[in-house]
């Protein structure tokens, strides 16, 4: 690892993120509660640590991909740390663990709260909980490669260190210019959103937190009761369709818009599957619940089953009604999904539609091979042949996932959780859902837990968004004994004059 190069591109990302902190600052002055100093001066903080870093530590060009793993893990941490302090200094959480667990879960989309009452946050800190959500939908890197191109010096690396899913999609034949196209879909579903919000009765800044929050797939919302704040069916239904549209790949949306065919969605098999999950469960669900007699409107309980399925699919975690309180069979079906997740290239987290689909056909094609021991079986996606290393990449992606759910689960229930909140806890940061069962349901949150877990959690959080990979890579001995020793730039400017004649 090129250990200079890295802090540099880390401190050129501080000083990007300080520029978003002063977004609150309109929304303080309208509603005058007293929050400018606070984000100024956390800014002017994250600008100053950022010079600083970039003034210290030499730009590289030769960056590999263990570097854009490190770039990718570090930048995340750093992120949170940043986005921590506005909390931190308004008062309104009890601790710093606290202000470092809701930023994670912002900046990951988890949307995971300690919050018992979202309200008693001022306007803008509500504003910037909603904003840290929609810079981490489509990821800080994709965003630093979009409007900086002095990130384009490994800007593959980090491209495919930070973009969800097993296979990553260039839609321009440079690096920064895929992730502009990425970035200018982004920004056009949200500009729409919005406006259909507001034409539904929402004020404007409803309209904005909750639009970020959604096309982020984050959860954050700016009442405590979530969705269910709003009673307006026309509401709910417009964020179930943003929910939905952002659990799809962004590059499906591209090419559909450019070819202004809505027949390319079809054609991808990803999405059909992600099309007949929402629709099977949507359906088992609403029966159970009509059956158990939970509804006695049909269309209630359609409206409240659809949300919640497209909400937990895509991770977004809105909440339109506490479906803690529903059938067993129900929340086997919800916790079902939250380890699906949504379409790979998607701002959703979980394992990905696609990773499940590949897996169940590598399973069938083992249980073909028992049966047919001569014959020569292919895994397809679509029309094409699905390479051998990807299916490698996919299986170690179960194990490691496996590893990571059993050793969190573990650290957490042996701090004193009960065993369904533990794991629902993990299960919810870890696929970056929000809420969980039992102690962190849908209308409860995590500030009973114990502060390592919230620990725990928020690394939980961390490696669910990154895939476990980035992380993994780095928590490996190997990694660090091939890390080079930075070089400061007065040490390389010493260099250069005692070299010359």
């Not at 501080?14 to 002063?22: R, V």
């Not at 001066?41 to 530590?57: D, E, Q, R, Y």
């Not at 730009?59 to 909390?87: C, H, I, M, Q, T």
């Not at 725990?456 to 004994?481: H, I, N």
Request: hydrophobic share 50%; net charge positive; proline share 4%.
């Amino acid at each position: 690892m090129r250990t200079g190069g890295v802090l540099n591109i880390l401190g050129k990302l501080l000083i990007l993120i300080s520029l978003f902190l002063l977004t609150p600052i309109p929304f303080s002055l309208y509603f005058a509660d007293g929050m400018v100093r606070v984000f100024l001066g956390c800014s002017l903080l994250g600008a100053t640590l950022g010079g600083l870093i970039v003034a210290a530590f030499v730009a590289e060009k030769d960056l590999g991909y263990r570097d854009g793993f490190a770039v990718v893990v570090f930048s995340w941490l750093g992120l949170a740390f940043l986005g921590s302090l506005p909390f931190y200094f308004c008062g309104a959480m009890p601790s710093y663990v606290d202000c470092f667990f809701e930023s994670m879960s912002g900046f990951t989309t988890t949307g995971s709260t300690i919050l018992n009452e979202v309200e008693i946050l001022p306007p803008s800190m509500l504003f910037w909980r909603s904003t840290t959500h929609w810079i981490g939908g489509m990821g800080i890197i994709v965003l630093s490669l979009a409007i900086l191109p002095l990130l384009g010096v490994g800007g593959t690396q980090l491209f495919q260190a930070e973009m969800p899913g097993p296979t990553k999609d260039r839609l321009a034949p440079r690096i920064q210019d895929t992730a502009r196209i990425l970035w200018g879909v982004y920004l056009l579903f949200t500009l729409i959103e919005i406006l259909l919000l507001l034409l539904g009765g929402m004020t404007f800044f409803d309209a904005v937190c909750h639009a970020f929050a959604s096309l982020a797939t984050g959860g954050f919302s700016t009442h405590t009761a979530s969705a269910a704040y709003f009673s307006s069916s026309y509401i709910h239904y417009v964020l179930i369709v943003f929910m939905f549209l952002a659990g799809i790949n962004f590059s499906l949306h591209h090419r559909a818009l450019m070819s202004g065919k809505l027949s390319d969605y079809w054609h991808n098999e990803e999405f059909r599957l992600y099309v007949l999950l929402i629709a099977v469960t949507t359906v088992f669900i609403m029966a159970t619940n009509l059956g158990h007699r939970v509804y006695d409107n049909v269309s209630l309980a359609f409206r409240d089953t659809l949300f919640q399925v497209v909400s937990i699919q895509t991770t977004t975690g809105f909440g339109s009604a506490d479906f803690d309180q529903w059938p067993p069979a129900c929340k086997m079906i919800l916790v079902s999904l939250m380890f699906i997740g949504g379409c790979a290239g998607s701002t959703g987290g979980g394992i990905k539609v696609v990773r499940i689909l590949l897996f169940f056909k590598y399973a069938r094609l083992q249980l073909h091979s028992l049966v047919h021991p001569r014959a020569v079986g292919t895994i397809k996606l679509g029309s094409q042949k699905v390479p051998k290393e990807v299916m490698i990449a996919i299986l170690g992606f179960f194990a490691l996932y496996s590893c990571f759910f059993l050793l969190a689960s573990l650290a957490v229930t042996a701090l004193g959780v009960d065993l369904l909140t533990g794991m629902t806890a993990v299960i919810a940061t870890l696929n970056n859902i929000g809420p969980g069962l039992q102690e962190v349901g849908p209308v409860r949150n995590f500030g009973g837990l114990p502060d390592l877990a919230k620990v725990v959690l928020s690394f939980c959080m961390l490696a669910g968004r990154l895939e476990l990979y980035p992380v993994a890579v780095l928590l490996t001995p190997g990694f660090w004994r091939m890390a080079r020793k930075p070089v400061l730039r007065w040490q390389l400017k010493h260099e250069t004059k005692t070299e010359r004649p």
